[in-house]
């Protein structure tokens, strides 16, 4: 899932990249915490291949993981990496460019220190050269044009693997992949409008943003892409598949779209646009409000903010109820998920995050003061609903405000840390951590399972469906959900029989009897 997210981005780091913590400052403000800076980076080396006899090969391993990391360390301790820099060596063009050579050999030092100082698990040197080593194999056989930018895109294809394999949302970015990251949280771009994860190496559509050309298209949920422009999906990863998709807007796009496995595909033709992602719609039902939130970015708190503050004008101040849609929205920004969950909680944990020393838990907790003045609340979520989703739901669930339908959600329950390798070398988008409910409840592969559980047919694949998922922690908690279809028996014939339920309880006054339940 793209998702899209929950995501930590570092903004303002200075060369030597530094990791961080968020702290709570006031309501609604959590800030960047600078801790030691992770690795200095040999600025120049004369000789790689030069092995001097001084110093030991164990100094040198106390060395790395210290975080002082060159390339030619990193090689006096694991020799197999000498092939690393033999990529090069396969062209002409190494020769001629030694300073790109050095600067791509020190840009490797520097991403596999990081990867294995700040990685969510304790990570064993060989886990990351294998991953390497695959990344050798496919540059070795990958037709690159010889350009002035071959010997970055060897390295490119190199690190890419040897990330990725650490597992499904690790991963090394390029110049390009990490502007258009920055572009997503900031919710505008030029594309064709399209939520997508991957899927038996297929592009899939996890939705159609509203009022984009790719839903204007009539491209549907479980759509899945072939071919961009003619040119195969398979092989490619997620982001680079996004990059093909996306442009300046006015220029024309061709996908060949597959409907189901069985069915023929067939081709469509998009003309992009500036996507604007409107993070959050409102409207009144009756006496009850209705909020969809699409995504997590920058703008999403500020925008709920509003759209409640409306609904309460609208409705003259007599607001009987609320519900929150979360179905098929990502995730996003984790500083936007706390905002959201902590505008609804007086009180308590909102979520914990535990990375690699699990003796450190990061804790978030709520002020006081509740957005909605207590009144109940439904919240909607489905497999689409990830990352910041779930720490929203799970958060407002486990403090007993409010009642959950659905179907049990994505289960990414992982913090990715981007951290910026400065000098225009991209960034590294690593996991460094695992969310837990308020209840201590582990998120990823698990999910959040509703209270009153819809079985209409799910299609989504969730975390657990991915290519290499960051495993699990602890056992699926039995869920003693209510099945919709017992609980709104005449809804199951409606257009959207799940937001029909949550209205209906609402309305009955059902929803504050479970709520009570619950508590």
Same mark, same amino acid.
């Given at each position: 899932?793209?998702?899209?997210?929950?995501?930590?981005? /570092?903004? #303002? $780091?200075?060369? +030597?990249?530094?990791?961080?913590?968020?702290?709570? %400052? !006031?309501?609604?403000?959590? @800030? =960047?915490?600078?801790?030691?800076?992770?690795?200095?980076?040999?600025?120049?080396?004369?000789?790689?291949?030069?092995?001097?006899?001084?110093?030991?090969?164990?100094?040198?391993?106390?060395?790395?993981?210290?975080?002082?990391?060159?390339?030619?360390?990193?090689?006096?301790?694991?020799?197999?990496?000498?092939?690393?820099?033999?990529?090069?060596?396969?062209?002409?063009?190494?020769?001629?460019?030694?300073?790109?050579?050095?600067?791509?050999?020190?840009?490797?030092?520097?991403?596999?220190?990081?990867?294995?100082?700040?990685?969510?698990?304790?990570?064993?040197?060989?886990?990351?050269?294998?991953?390497? /080593?695959? #990344? $050798?194999?496919? +540059?070795?056989?990958?037709?690159?044009?010889?350009? %002035? !930018?071959?010997?970055?895109? @060897? =390295?490119?294809?190199?690190?890419?693997?040897?990330?990725?394999?650490?597992?499904?949302?690790?991963?090394?970015?390029?110049?390009?992949?990490?502007?258009?990251?920055?572009?997503?949280?900031?919710?505008?771009?030029?594309?064709?409008?399209?939520?997508?994860?991957?899927?038996?190496?297929?592009?899939?559509?996890?939705?159609?943003?509203?009022?984009?050309?790719?839903?204007?298209?009539?491209?549907?949920?479980?759509?899945?892409?072939?071919?961009?422009?003619?040119?195969?999906?398979?092989?490619?990863?997620?982001?680079?598949?996004?990059?093909?998709?996306?442009?300046?807007?006015?220029?024309?796009?061709?996908?060949?779209?597959?409907?189901?496995?069985?069915?023929?595909?067939?081709?469509?033709?998009? %003309?992009?646009?500036?996507?604007?992602?409107?993070?959050?719609?409102?409207?009144?039902?009756?006496?009850?409000?209705?909020?969809?939130?699409?995504?997590?970015?920058?703008?999403?708190?500020?925008?709920?903010?509003?759209?409640?503050?409306?609904?309460?004008?609208?409705?003259?101040?007599?607001?009987?109820?609320?519900?929150?849609?979360?179905?098929?929205?990502?995730?996003?920004?984790?500083?936007?998920?706390?905002?959201?969950?902590?505008?609804?909680?007086?009180?308590?944990?909102?979520?914990?995050?535990?990375?690699?020393?699990?003796?450190?838990?990061?804790?978030?907790?709520?002020?006081?003061?509740?957005?909605?003045?207590?009144?109940?609340?439904?919240?909607?979520?489905?497999?689409?609903?990830?990352?910041?989703?779930?720490?929203?739901?799970?958060?407002?669930?486990?403090?007993?405000?409010?009642?959950?339908?659905?179907?049990?959600?994505?289960?990414?329950?992982?913090?990715?840390?981007?951290?910026?390798?400065?000098?225009?070398?991209?960034?590294?988008?690593?996991?460094?951590?695992?969310?837990?409910?308020?209840?201590?409840?582990?998120?990823?592969?698990?999910?959040?399972?509703?209270?009153?559980?819809?079985?209409?047919?799910?299609?989504?694949?969730?975390?657990?469906?991915?290519?290499?998922?960051?495993?699990?922690?602890?056992?699926?908690?039995?869920?003693?959900?209510?099945?919709?279809?017992?609980?709104?028996?005449?809804?199951?014939?409606?257009?959207?029989?799940?937001?029909?339920?949550?209205?209906?309880?609402?309305?009955?006054?059902?929803?504050?009897?479970?709520?009570?339940?619950?508590?």
């Amino acid at each position: 899932m793209l998702v899209v997210c929950a995501l930590t981005t /570092l903004h #303002g $780091i200075s060369k +030597a990249a530094k990791g961080t913590e968020l702290y709570r %400052v !006031n309501r609604n403000t959590w @800030r =960047m915490g600078l801790l030691p800076p992770a690795f200095l980076i040999a600025a120049s080396f004369a000789l790689i291949f030069q092995l001097v006899a001084c110093g030991s090969i164990e100094g040198d391993r106390d060395v790395i993981r210290r975080g002082h990391l060159s390339f030619e360390k990193l090689v006096r301790v694991h020799p197999e990496l000498i092939s690393v820099a033999n990529i090069f060596d396969e062209t002409s063009l190494g020769p001629q460019v030694p300073d790109e050579r050095l600067q791509q050999l020190a840009l490797f030092a520097k991403v596999f220190g990081l990867a294995q100082r700040e990685y969510v698990e304790i990570l064993l040197p060989e886990r990351l050269i294998t991953g390497a /080593l695959n #990344g $050798i194999k496919t +540059a070795q056989i990958t037709e690159l044009q010889p350009d %002035v !930018n071959y010997l970055r895109n @060897r =390295m490119t294809v190199v690190l890419q693997h040897m990330i990725s394999d650490l597992d499904a949302h690790s991963d090394y970015l390029t110049p390009a992949d990490y502007e258009q990251i920055q572009v997503r949280t900031r919710g505008e771009f030029g594309g064709i409008g399209l939520e997508m994860t991957m899927e038996h190496g297929l592009v899939k559509c996890i939705t159609s943003i509203e009022d984009t050309p790719a839903q204007r298209a009539g491209i549907r949920p479980g759509d899945l892409i072939s071919h961009i422009n003619g040119e195969p999906v398979l092989g490619m990863t997620l982001i680079q598949a996004v990059k093909k998709m996306r442009g300046s807007a006015g220029s024309a796009i061709v996908v060949t779209v597959r409907r189901g496995m069985s069915s023929e595909a067939f081709d469509v033709r998009l %003309v992009r646009e500036i996507i604007r992602i409107k993070p959050v719609s409102a409207r009144a039902e009756g006496d009850i409000g209705y909020i969809r939130i699409v995504t997590f970015n920058e703008r999403t708190y500020r925008s709920m903010n509003r759209a409640i503050a409306g609904l309460s004008r609208e409705l003259g101040g007599r607001m009987n109820g609320l519900v929150i849609d979360l179905r098929d929205n990502p995730g996003g920004l984790l500083d936007q998920a706390l905002k959201v969950s902590d505008a609804f909680l007086v009180e308590g944990e909102i979520v914990s995050t535990v990375g690699r020393h699990r003796d450190r838990v990061r804790r978030f907790r709520a002020d006081p003061e509740d957005l909605a003045s207590g009144i109940p609340i439904a919240v909607l979520i489905n497999g689409g609903s990830a990352s910041a989703s779930e720490i929203v739901s799970g958060a407002l669930k486990d403090h007993g405000r409010v009642v959950v339908f659905g179907q049990r959600s994505f289960g990414k329950g992982s913090v990715q840390t981007v951290i910026p390798l400065g000098q225009g070398q991209g960034a590294l988008r690593l996991t460094t951590a695992r969310y837990y409910t308020p209840s201590g409840q582990s998120i990823q592969v698990h999910g959040i399972e509703p209270d009153i559980i819809s079985v209409e047919a799910d299609p989504a694949q969730r975390e657990k469906n991915l290519r290499n998922p960051l495993s699990a922690e602890g056992q699926v908690r039995k869920g003693n959900g209510a099945l919709m279809e017992e609980v709104c028996p005449d809804v199951s014939g409606g257009e959207d029989p799940i937001l029909l339920c949550a209205l209906h309880m609402l309305r009955s006054g059902l929803l504050s009897v479970e709520i009570q339940t619950l508590n």
